[in-house]
């Protein structure tokens, strides 16, 4: 159903420690149709990627401050389809 609202999952990946951790909460099938929420991403297998993905980062700049930097990046035909239309509409 296009009108259902999505399923979002948030994942702390810190505490995986290999292949078999990772196996064990079933990424395959989570990462195929939600908003996933990742945290310390770098601990996932590249396998498990999807293709298409917007993939969001923020980032401490400066310790001593609580400004937040945020960068925004489409992957895949999807995404980059969807990118687009909004720089057509909105500039940038």
């Known amino acids: 159903d296009d009108e259902a609202d999505p399923i979002i999952h948030h994942m702390d ?3 995986m420690a290999g292949a078999a951790d990772l196996a064990s909460l079933d990424l ?3 990462l195929a149709d939600c908003i996933c929420l990742l945290e310390w991403p770098d601990r996932l ?3 498990l990627v999807p ?3 917007l993939e ?3 980032k401490i700049e400066d310790p001593r401050s609580d400004m937040r930097k945020v960068y ?3 992957y895949g035909e999807v995404w980059a389809a ?3 239309e909004v720089h ?3 500039g940038g």
Request: hydrophobic content about 35%; overall charge negative.
């Open 13 to 15: 990946l810190y505490r």
């Open 28 to 30: 395959e099938h989570i």
């Open 45 to 47: 297998s590249e396998e």
């Open 51 to 53: 293709e298409d993905r």
């Open 56 to 58: 969001v980062c923020i």
């Open 72 to 74: 925004i990046a489409p």
């Open 82 to 84: 969807k990118a687009s």
């Open 88 to 90: 057509a509409q909105y």
